[in-house]
């Protein structure tokens, strides 16, 4: 099981992370961005996924901003309780939180290469963290406020994921994003919002094994090879 770290941001705000994965120096590492719901029960398992693939991975608590120890299900009352969080915080000050978590693992693991990966609300500040940050790669699943950023330009590899029965997020907003962007991986999956976590009903899992395999390719490529 994994432990929980304190991390400092810029504007000093401290919050909390969990940190999963054996620590060794050299070890690349993943920022893992929360959905609306806080670093709950779906988020810790899949940071631990990942560290069983080989990765030190670091989920900052992003909502201890507006609420600490703020963990919901996905019911939609608790989806409300999100959404109001997210929205309480804003993208710029939760890009903070990435970036402390991005100075963190790099010191905490020995100057390694560090990817952000992101779903929802993190889905959209993984691709921020990719245009106004440092990381060495970054994977944007199902990001809703992409579209909206897609101006700017990414300083590191990008892949993004997409459901085609997104109720959330239209085929035109994706339509802007490649059109802005035609070189970037983006993957397209018959599913809907959410079709990566198996605890929603929008789960799907033919897509979410599809997209997992492409992301865990994308960030070994990226991370082990930079580092």
Not at 46 to 51: G, K, L, N, S
Request: negative net charge; glycine residues 10%; hydrophobic residues 45%.
């Amino acid at each position: 099981m994994g432990s929980q770290v304190t991390l400092t941001a810029a504007d000093g705000h401290q919050l909390d992370a969990y940190v999963a994965g054996d620590g060794r120096s050299q070890q690349p590492a993943i920022v893992l961005v929360q959905e609306i719901f806080g670093v709950n029960r779906h988020i810790r398992a899949v940071a631990e996924d990942y560290a069983a693939q080989g990765f030190n991975v670091i989920a900052p608590a992003l909502f201890d901003r507006a609420e600490r120890n703020l963990e919901l299900t996905y019911e939609p009352a608790d989806m409300m309780r999100g959404m109001a969080a997210a929205m309480k915080i804003g993208l710029d000050a939760a890009l903070k939180d990435v970036a402390a978590a991005i100075g963190h693992a790099r010191s905490a693991f020995g100057n390694v290469s560090v990817g952000v990966l992101g779903y929802c609300f993190g889905g959209t500040l993984a691709w921020l963290a990719a245009t106004r940050l440092d990381p060495a790669a970054a994977v944007c699943y199902y990001g809703g406020r992409i579209a909206a950023h897609a101006t700017e330009t990414p300083r590191c590899p990008v892949m993004l994921h997409f459901g085609s029965r997104d109720a959330h997020i239209p085929a035109s907003e994706i339509a802007t994003i490649k059109k802005a962007h035609p070189d970037l991986p983006l993957f397209v999956y018959d599913a809907g919002h959410g079709f990566n976590c198996d605890h929603r009903h929008d789960y799907e899992p033919k897509g979410a094994a599809q997209a997992r395999q492409r992301t865990l390719e994308f960030l070994r490529q990226h991370l082990y090879g930079s580092t």
